[in-house]
Structure formats: C-alpha cells, structure tokens
C-alpha cells in the first residue's frame, strides 16, 4: 500500500463529454480513500503560472449540474505550447523548459502532491510525462479522444457520445436529403483516424464513407451514386473524415494552418459539376462533436478509468495507462503505451467488414 494523501488531477489536450465525470470520479473516489484532491486549472498551465491555478475538490463540488455537463470544469489546453504563459498581471511571459519543468517541481511540491492524475490524449501524455518524470512526480493516465485512437485501449472517454452526435446528424442529413432528392456530404472529426466516420457512418446508415486509413477513387465515389440512382435511391449520405486527402494527395488545412477542415467542398464542387446533375449540399460538424452531455456509455467509461486509476495509486503502482481492452478496464506501461503512438481503423477489421456487408463505399 502506498503512502498517498494527496493527488492532482487535470485535463490536457482537445476537450471532449465525459471529462467532467472523470474528474468528479477521480475525486470522488479519492477523497473516499480521506486523500486531498487538487484540480489543476488549464492542463499543466496551473502548474507553471504564479501564483499557480488550481482548486481542492470536496464533495460539494460536484453537487451543481457542471459535472453532468460537456466541456472540462478545470479547463484545458491543446496549443503545444507550454513556454507562453499568463503572468498575475495578465501579460504573457515566456518560460524555458528548465523554467517548465523548475515551475511544475516546485508547484507540485507547494502543494504537497503525492501523483497525478493526467486525463488526456496522447500527445499530452507523452509531453506530461516527461514533466512528470524531470519532476519527480508519479503519474496515471487516464485516455479520452473523441478520435477513439489512443493507444493500447479499445474505447477511450468522449468517443460514444461523439459518435451519437455524428448519427443524430445523418438521421437529420437524411430527411432534408431525401425531400429534395440530394448528396448530403457530412465532414467529421478524425484527423489521423477514422473511427469516429466509420462508426458514425454505419449507426447513421450512409451510403458512402471515406476514412484516412483506407484508399478511395474519386471514380469509386461517382460510381456509387449511380448505383443508387440506378436503384432507385434519389438521395445520399456521404461521411468524410476531416483527415482526408483529395484523390490529388492533399490535405485540407483550416485557416490556422494546423487542424483539418473542408475536404468535403471539395467533393461538392467537384460531384455538382458531374454530368449527372447531382445535388450536393456540405454539413461540416466541427466541434459540435466534442461538446454536449456525455451518454452513460461514457459516464460508465469515465467513471470506471478513474476509479481503477486512484486504486492503482492506492497499491503505489504508477507510471500506468488505464485502458479498455476486449471490454474489461486493466492497465499498462506508461512507456509501453506511448511506444505505441495511436491506433487507427483496421482496413480489416469488423467495423469495415460490416460496412463493406452493408455495401457501403469505403475506399478500394
Ligand atoms: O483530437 C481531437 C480533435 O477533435 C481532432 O479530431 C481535431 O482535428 C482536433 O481535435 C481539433 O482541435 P482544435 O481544438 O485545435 O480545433
């Protein structure tokens, strides 16, 4: 048994729903075991600023609604950026890494922290870790992505309820498209993988749906729809992952040059100017994916990882991972786990297997 009374907890990297009800469960959980809780505002920003951004958890923290809600309580960062920081005065300052890593030892150590607890993607895990580990300071990850690609764990918190939005979505594409007989192009999150297309793409029955992970013709596009029309069929749902290339190899950047975004205009102008006439109309879903209340599936998910991740704390094992694996929540290697980087769709995996049943077009 370990000598634990007081533990962090924090967010890093791009929010998503479920991350209140991790961060109510960690503390929860924690503060059962009599241990002191200490949310750290703003990912590892809390950590680094002066005077520092955090608050202790007690019970009664978690009796207004905000824990049921999206978003994170505690705030989030996934800039890259750590050196830019906000002093008291609210101008910007910029830190060195031996500043970082000085700042977050320093502030782990005013407030007495025995580990952390770091819910995250992970990009953050890897960046955290090493901080944690110049730091001297003991750590758990807890995985969450709306991308369902963090390593090693079958489910990652966020994913289910971004799904549901992605089907809602098509059930809605679906009447409109069907009333004027038209392609409804949906664009979704999933920069590197297309979990989130692919599984959105087959609860929201769509007819075709281009992943990163698999190859696709812009002729195999056209050549579906004209199927349909053969069929009978007047309108169509189409799932494009933001991450994406045109057939030309190129990727669609946002204005900020960093993220994904548009791949779908793409196909519009190009399928409205077929001799076919089809109509096209483009649904970009954006960040409407990572915000909402979390289903139970990811309360469930949320819930289960931090209870497993302060019992682990508990038995002094650290420098672990917790993961979803063929439905049962175990752990893993902190390093192991970031050997691994991400895990995308499986070309022959189930979820495409039954989308190629469904005949679905999902790429050569
Ligand atoms: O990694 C999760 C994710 O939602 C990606 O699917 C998406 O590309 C990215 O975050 C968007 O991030 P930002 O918050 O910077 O717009």
């Known amino acids: 048994m370990s000598e634990i009374k007081k533990i ?46 955090y608050r202790q958890f007690s019970f009664k923290d978690f009796d207004f609604p905000y824990a049921r809600l999206g978003g994170t309580m505690l705030g989030t960062n996934n800039s890259g950026n750590p050196n830019l920081q906000m002093t008291a005065d609210g101008t910007m300052e910029e830190l060195t890494d031996e500043q970082l890593v000085e700042r977050f030892r320093d502030g782990a150590k005013e407030l007495g922290l025995d580990a952390l607890v770091v819910i995250g993607g992970d990009g953050s895990m890897a960046i955290i870790s090493k901080f944690c580990q110049l730091a001297g300071i003991k750590m758990v990850g807890i995985p969450k992505t709306i991308d369902n690609d963090a390593p090693a764990t079958d489910a990652a918190i966020g ?97 900020n040059g960093r993220t994904f975004t548009g791949v779908a205009n793409y196909f519009t102008e190009r399928l409205s100017a ?38 682990l704390l508990e038995q002094g094992i650290t420098d672990r991972v917790v993961v979803c694996r063929n439905g049962k929540v175990s752990d893993m290697s902190l390093q192991e786990v970031l050997k691994i980087a991400h895990t995308p769709v499986d070309p022959k995996g189930q979820a495409v297997q039954t989308a190629r049943g469904l005949g679905m077009y999902i790429g050569e």
């Open 274 to 311: 077929e001799p076919d006439k089809f109509n096209v109309r483009t649904t970009i879903l954006g960040h409407v994916q990572r915000g909402g209340t979390p289903m139970a599936q990811d309360r469930i998910l949320a819930s289960t990882f931090a209870v497993h991740a302060v019992d």
């Open 8 to 53: 962090g907890v924090l967010t890093s990297g791009g929010d998503c729903s479920g991350l209140n009800t991790a961060i109510r469960a960690v503390a929860c959980s924690a503060l059962s075991k009599g241990w002191e809780v200490y949310g750290i505002e703003n990912a590892t920003d809390g950590l680094f600023a002066r005077p520092m951004r």
């Open 159 to 255: 994913f289910a309820t971004a799904r549901n939005i992605v089907m809602e979505a098509l059930d809605r594409l679906d009447t409109t498209a069907n009333s004027h007989q038209r392609v409804m192009i949906l664009e979704v999150m999933g920069r590197g993988a297309g979990h989130l297309a692919l599984e959105g793409a087959i609860a929201g029955m769509a007819d075709i749906c281009l992943i990163p992970e698999i190859p696709y013709t812009y002729e195999g596009v056209v050549k579906k729809l004209r199927q349909l029309r053969a069929c009978g069929r007047s309108h169509a749902l189409m799932v494009v992952a933001e991450g994406i290339k045109t057939p030309e190899g190129k990727h669609v950047f946002a204005t």
